[in-house]
């Protein structure tokens, strides 16, 4: 057999190694405690979410009209406008075409880990009928700018939405010339085309695609499996814990969630997920897939929450949306000439000229802009835009260079918000896309209006009775989404359909029958009746109330019908008129352009500027930077509203209060002197005591130390009493920053208090600030960075200057290599490293192996506590560095934490037995076995074991 990385030689069937540190013999497969062969045959997942369309049907209108928010099925691909290779294609051809030295990144499902190889090697692989169980998955090839990109075309509603073709300056992507994805030879977000290869049997876990881009998916051979959920708040805050867990191979996401829906792709399916989605993808049989990423306009809310997720969780840039940032400009711009007629882009005349047409072109298209109407999916995500640009540090606002008035352009994005706010959703709904580049030929078909959908809403939606309560009738289907109210088909059978888990809300204006999750966004809370299960005023009829219709005023018939109508309505059916006697309503006037003006706006920005604030506050915003507890905004409330409130509530005298006061007094007479001011307190009337406490210097500092340090700064400016209790000394001790923006003033107070403990976990800290603050912090004994990055961040710890620290917690940190301990321990010439008092060291989840802790053994002389927790790099080799009895550790080491570390076997409790001071070994989830265990017992029999934790042994 062929060795496809580096030598011809030959090998052994079960020993052949088709990927840098993938051998086929390893068995990385036991790191998973699921088989999701399992959760195929498992009935816990049926189709939830999931619509089946026609190709004609996926339209840009129904997007403009619904959102995009649920997954769509479409069986074939008629209808779509799309083109792909026939089905006799095969991984040959993909070689063929694309390049048999192209390097790949290749996941081993066994392990989710990634490597490289050449197309060829992968080739050679993939057709060998003698080939091994490595389950090897080809997902990132992006083939766009090779011979295979003109066999394959996107959808023609993908290719109208995408901002890569839409918004990005055409002339950047004709400049790409390099076929790979090196970001150094990238001149546009180069994500459109990809080609997916897997073998059977590969599975890739839960995920949500770069930069919450939508996805299509076209299936050429093979057969794919999804499991999707939704990404409700409450689902990516899970999705959150869960990847920061490190237990992904061990819990099956979809068991998590309230609802997770599966379907299966076969030859000629096209599929389309929406932005944000979580879904994992397992391939029954070898399959070959084109489909593409892309960011459009209906989705920019959840495409940007998802960009922020991405920050919480590190994720590497290459696992990014390329010019995410830079694409956001460009978005901002294209609306500001679409709708107002000018732009902020510095590009030569000709260029110009071919993107945006001639002068006269120009000219024509700003003198009939007129007032297009936008939806509601744009006008969220354009405020959405500009609050998330406002929020990046400078350094990150990527302004790109041919955009030449960033200020203006936000200006001009803050009159659109004002001036479009109440577009109505129905003339939206045009069917024709508002970016493109007009200079730029489209085809026949590109502006072709498809046909409206109609809703027929006249009647009150069918219920039925159950123990004397009206629920929807199990049959109705969302308007939008096409799915009854538990998000599936209403012709399956083996769906539990409880009255109580109904989704579906009709409303009592327009009775639309709608999910929640289907409804575009209006910034409105919706009126639900609880009287009556599902019934609602949607957002739409709250936002845009219909006018009432009025009945003729001559003619007897007119005023009986209309009474004859308010009975009828009553009853639950509105009853139509006939003949003369049929009430004759006048439709709403078109808006004219002119109540629009687009020039008068122009002239004023100012006039909109002074009530901008005003407008943020009265407009939910969409990142909310103070949440409330509970989601209630408290309001404060003057102290003699208080005094009374707590008056109200205190209950009259009775026995047992009496019985309580006489214990009390006897408690205070026999311990006054150590309770003093309670004495007092407890003196005064009831109605008095609050105020009393509230002024109270002991109690409120020790109520203060519940707090942290965000809550604390908040309290400092309630008045100049708190303010004098806030600057205790107790309370600078631990200084708490986690996950907050860092900025000038939180740096200042930091370097003021000099904390004894100072918390900086999922932090935006730089590194320049982190250089700049902590030899201000010389007190400073415990630092925890979790979850930072190393070069960009934590690497300001190998500044000399920096305080000798006692704890220090690095749990992941990305990018925390080898080389990185290194430099963090390293001794110079003149001195040891500031780290080198370390006592307890915290690495867990990071990227280190066996060589750190040869580093750590030589230079950490004084440590106690080590955690590398979830290495998966570390060995048996490692804690053999860690037993060395020429080095530090196995003198002073007394507590090791391995959890999750699967190369650690029972060889390596061997290696660390010569400890001597181990008192403490945490191993759960490795390869050390009970019986190991029990010998290493039999020789330190002053300790004891519990579920794979060796621990002292209490006297």
């Not at 970001?183 to 590969?202: A, H, T, W």
């Not at 010019?323 to 590009?347: I, P, Q, S, V």
């Not at 399956?492 to 989704?503: A, E, G």
Request: overall charge negative.
């Amino acid at each position: 057999m062929k060795d496809y990385v580096g030598s011809r030689s030959l090998r052994k069937k079960h020993s052949k190694t088709y990927v840098d540190g993938m051998s086929s013999s390893d068995e990385e497969e036991e790191m998973k405690t699921f088989d999701p062969e399992e959760k195929i045959k498992s009935k816990d997942f049926p189709p939830y979410f999931v619509t089946e369309l026609k190709g004609e049907d996926v339209t840009f209108q129904m997007f403009q009209s619904n959102g995009f928010n649920n997954p769509l099925f479409v069986p074939d691909k008629t209808g779509l406008h799309i083109r792909v290779p026939d089905p006799s294609f095969s991984v040959t051809d993909v070689k063929n075409l694309v390049g048999g030295k192209r390097i790949l990144e290749v996941m081993n499902c066994a392990t989710q880990l990634n490597a490289e190889m050449t197309l060829k090697d992968f080739e050679e692989f993939f057709i060998d009928p003698d080939r091994d169980d490595t389950k090897l998955n080809v997902i990132s090839l992006e083939f766009s700018h090779t011979r295979l990109d003109a066999h394959v075309s996107a959808p023609r509603v993908i290719r109208q939405i995408d901002f890569t073709d839409n918004v990005w300056p055409r002339q950047l992507k004709e400049q790409q010339d390099d076929s790979t994805n090196d970001m150094s030879k990238m001149f546009y977000p180069k994500i459109q085309k990809y080609c997916l290869m897997s073998i059977e049997g590969c599975y890739t876990d839960f995920h949500v695609d770069l930069g919450g881009t939508s996805v299509w998916y076209h299936l050429l051979r093979g057969q794919k499996i999804f499991w999707l959920i939704p990404p409700t708040p409450g689902n990516l805050k899970a999705f959150e814990h869960w990847t920061l867990s490190g237990k992904q191979g061990e819990v099956f996401f979809g068991d998590m969630v309230e609802r997770c829906g599966r379907v299966v792709l076969n030859p000629g399916n096209t599929f389309f997920i929406p932005s944000g989605w979580i879904h994992a993808v397992y391939t029954p049989v070898d399959s070959l897939v084109f489909g593409g990423n892309y960011l459009h306009p209906f989705a920019m809310e959840r495409q940007i929450r998802i960009a922020q997720i991405e920050e919480t969780l590190k994720v590497p840039q290459k696992f990014r949306f390329p010019f995410f940032t830079e694409m956001l400009w460009y978005m901002l711009d294209k609306y500001c000439y679409a709708l107002l007629g000018r732009h902020h882009l510095n590009f030569d005349d000709s260029v110009l000229n071919r993107l945006l047409g001639s002068e006269e072109e120009r000219k024509t298209f700003q003198e009939n802009i007129g007032h297009p109407h936008i939806t509601q999916h744009e006008i969220r995500g354009l405020k959405a835009t500009v609050l998330y640009l406002h929020s990046l540090p400078v350094n990150k606002k990527n302004v790109p260079g041919f955009i030449k008035d960033p200020v203006s352009l936000i200006r001009d994005i803050r009159i659109i918000v004002e001036v479009h706010k109440n577009d109505r959703p129905e003339r939206a709904n045009s069917g024709r896309p508002l970016l493109y580049w007009p200079g730029l030929k489209k085809d026949a078909n590109w502006f072709t209006k498809g046909k409206r959908r109609k809703r027929d809403n006249s009647e009150k939606a069918k219920r039925i009775e159950v123990d004397g309560t009206q629920y929807l009738d199990p049959s109705l289907m969302c308007s939008y989404c096409n799915l009854d109210g538990w998000f599936t088909s209403p012709s399956l059978d083996n769906i539990t359909r409880s009255n109580h888990t109904n989704s579906l809300m009709e409303c009592s204006d327009c009775h639309e029958l709608v999910h929640s999750l289907c409804l575009p966004d209006f910034g409105i809370t919706c009126t639900v009746y609880k009287e009556m299960p599902g019934y609602w005023k949607c957002a739409n009829c709250q936002k845009f109330p219909k006018e009432e219709k009025k009945p003729q005023e001559n003619g007897s018939n007119g005023t009986e019908n209309g009474s004859n109508g308010t009975e009828n309505g009553s009853n639950g059916t509105e009853k139509e008129t006939n003949g003369s006697s049929a009430e004759t309503v006048k439709p709403k006037e078109e808006v004219q352009a002119e109540e629009f003006d687009v020039s008068k706006v122009k002239d004023e920005p100012q006039a909109y500027e002074e009530n901008t604030d005003e407008q943020q506050n009265l407009e939910e915003p969409v990142t909310q930077m103070e949440v409330t507890e509970n989601g209630v905004k408290t309001e404060d409330v003057p102290p003699q509203d208080l005094n009374s409130i707590v008056k109200e509530e205190v209950p009259e005298p009775n026995e047992k209060s009496d019985s309580l006061r006489l214990r009390v007094n006897e408690f205070f007479s026999r311990n006054g002197g150590q309770f003093k001011k309670f004495v007092s307190i407890f003196a005064l009337e009831p109605h008095e005591r609050p105020s009393a406490i509230l002024m109270d210097d002991f109690i409120v500092v020790k109520i203060f130390n519940f707090l942290g340090t965000k809550d604390i700064m908040r309290c400092k400016s309630v008045c100049k009493t708190w303010l004098r209790f806030s600057k205790d000394k107790s309370l600078s001790r631990f200084v708490d920053l986690s996950g907050l923006k860092i900025n000038a003033l939180m740096m200042n107070m930091t370097s003021n208090l000099k904390p004894e403990s100072l918390n900086l976990d999922w932090s935006n800290i730089g590194k320049q600030q982190l250089t700049w603050l902590l030899p201000k912090i010389t007190a400073t004994k415990r630092l925890s960075l979790v979850g930072l990055e190393f070069a960009s961040q934590v690497s300001a710890l190998a500044n000399p200057q920096c305080p000798y620290l006692v704890v220090l917690d690095l749990s992941f940190v990305s990018n925390l290599s080898d080389a990185a301990v290194n430099k963090l321990l390293m001794r110079t010439a003149e001195k040891k490293s500031n780290l080198s008092g370390l006592r307890q060291l915290y690495l867990c989840n990071t990227e280190i192996s066996d060589i750190s802790l040869r580093y750590i053994s030589q230079q950490l002389q004084l440590l106690t506590r080590l955690s590398i927790a979830g290495c998966a790099k570390i060995s048996d080799a490692g804690l053999a560095q860690i037993g060395d009895p020429d080095l530090y550790l196995s003198q002073s080491l007394v507590s090791l934490t391995l959890d999750g570390c699967q190369g650690v076997t029972d060889s390596g409790l061997v290696h660390i037995s010569r400890c001597t001071m181990l008192s403490r070994i945490e191993c759960k989830d490795t390869g050390i076995t009970q019986n190991a265990i029990n010998l290493y017992l039999q020789i330190r029999t002053d300790l004891c074991n519990k579920d794979f934790v060796i621990y002292q042994k209490t006297t």
